[in-house]
């Protein structure tokens, strides 16, 4: 089983940088594509980026030239780096793996954008 754990979240001012981290543990081997969603209030669930162990990338209209998504296979984590943020980019980001054999989230990071 694949275990996923976010880092790198908080309160940034509009226009502001953060950079989300997920380390991904256990079942490693499984894991074929790694991505960020994110649920603002009142909202479903939405994708925000994924990418491939073969560097496809898939981006959400609304984040598509702010956002960049990264891998780091050495250590198992993957990057969202996140800048010109906006306050409807407010919400809980969750990270994602899946492959053949598995489909993981973890417990999600808080990112709020606001004066």
């Known amino acids: 089983q694949v275990q996923l754990v976010e880092s790198g979240g908080g309160l940034v001012q509009p226009g502001g940088s953060l950079r989300l981290s997920c380390a991904a543990s256990?079942?490693?081997?499984?894991?074929?594509?790694m991505g960020w969603y994110r649920q603002a209030p009142g909202k479903q669930r939405e994708l925000v980026a994924e990418r491939t162990s073969g560097g496809n990338t898939n981006f959400g209209d609304s984040v598509k030239g702010r956002f960049t998504i990264s891998r780091d296979s050495t250590k198992n984590t993957a990057y969202l780096q996140m800048n010109s943020l906006r306050p409807e980019d407010t919400g809980v980001y969750y990270c994602n793996a899946r492959g053949l054999s598995d489909n993981a989230w973890g417990q999600g990071t808080q990112v709020t954008v606001s004066s």
């Open positions: 256990g079942s490693i081997f499984s894991i074929y594509t």
